[in-house]
């Protein structure tokens, strides 16, 4: 059997060997995917272990030499620089978190175990607690990440079928044809971008098919009744109006009769029958004597006189 190359304690390797000279706890690409190793008294073992066992108060931290595990991990350091593994720096960074914290808790857990009075001491037990759950949320941080990198990696190794349509499904699609040029699309894009007038339209009157009402003339109208002599109730006076606008116009034409004391009102109780008389004489009264409150929309409608109502 030829005779084994691997250098040991006593065989050192040769110095033509590639790379630089390996011990055996110099680390291997297992040992480096391991990690640190804590080598205590009390405890031999990854240094995620030795966090975890704090946790669980399987072990107490003042028990823990956090000098000599500083010490071995600057060598681990050291070593990792050796075989080229420059990129250790979240390891390290890691490390330092870690140890800055477990230092705080056992400078905290240091504390006489008494009666605590001393307002002093209470807040170094305070945040001697801050610093046990900032160690259980480093842990659920780390084992969540290792989660996300785990199914990353997983999902890594997936990729998507590219592969062409089927030529019998490929059959149910139409024909695509073009039959705009590009000059035509460019005139649809333009029209469809073009800023949009935000200005309001003016509201026009041609929809209002209905004519303006003269208050002046159904005065007249109302007032040639009344002169009759019988007294008639406005139901009587409006029974021959055809649009709303002829109801107004009367009613509004009867207010001014009733102002210029030519025609007086009589209604029993509130909302019963309401009964229109005329007072003046037959002679002395014609609509021209009628307020010039309408006038103005008489000429805005191009009637030229008398009061008018409209829509």
Same mark, same amino acid.
């Given at each position: ?5 691997? $250098? ?8 033509? *060997?590639?790379?630089?000279?390996? !011990? @055996? ?10 990690? %640190? ?5 009390? %405890? !031999? ?15 107490? /931290?003042? #028990? ?6 500083? =010490? ?13 593994? =420059? ?10 978190? /870690? +140890? *800055? ?24 037990? #305070? ?25 990353? #990696? ?5 990729? @998507? ?23 035509? %699309? ?8 073009? $800023?949009?007038? &935000?200005?309001? +339209? ?8 209905? @004519? ?31 649009? &709303? ?18 025609? *007086? ?16 004489? =037959? ?27 409209? #829509?």
């Amino acid at each position: 059997m030829a005779p084994s190359l691997a $250098p040991t304690a006593e065989t050192p390797a040769p110095a033509d *060997a590639a790379g630089p000279a390996v !011990t @055996p706890d110099a680390g291997t690409s297992e040992s480096r995917k391991a990690g %640190f190793e804590v080598r205590l008294a009390n %405890f !031999t073992g990854p240094f995620d272990l030795l966090l975890g066992l704090i946790s669980k108060h399987k072990l107490d /931290i003042t #028990e823990v030499a956090l000098a000599t595990v500083t =010490d071995e991990f600057i060598k681990y350091i050291r070593r990792l620089q050796k075989l080229g593994e =420059d990129w250790a720096l979240d390891e390290a960074s890691e490390f330092l978190v /870690i +140890a *800055a914290t477990l230092l705080d808790l056992k400078a905290a857990r240091l504390l006489p175990a008494g009666e605590v009075e001393d307002a002093e001491d209470i807040a170094l037990l #305070e945040a001697r607690d801050l610093l046990f759950a900032r160690l259980l949320q480093y842990k659920a941080f780390k084992q969540v990440a290792g989660i996300m990198g785990e199914t990353l #990696e997983q999902e890594a190794r997936r990729y @998507p079928r590219q592969v062409a349509l089927e030529e019998h499904f490929a059959a149910l699609l139409p024909e695509l044809v073009w039959r705009h040029t590009p000059g035509q %699309f460019a005139e649809l894009a333009a029209k469809a971008l073009k $800023p949009k007038d &935000t200005a309001p +339209a003016e509201v026009g009157l041609d929809h209002l098919h209905a @004519p303006p009402v003269s208050v002046k003339e159904q005065a007249e109208i109302m007032g040639y009744r009344l002169k009759l002599g019988a007294p008639l109730s406005f139901q009587t006076l409006i029974a021959d109006a055809e649009t &709303t606008l002829v109801v107004v116009a009367r009613f509004l034409a009867l207010l001014e009769m009733f102002r210029d004391r030519v025609v *007086a009102f009589e209604q029993p109780e509130p909302l019963a029958l309401l009964t229109v008389r005329w007072t003046g004489e =037959d002679a002395g009264w014609d609509s021209s004597s009628l307020s010039e409150e309408y006038e103005a929309g008489a000429e805005s409608h191009g009637t030229g006189s008398g009061e008018n109502v409209s #829509e």
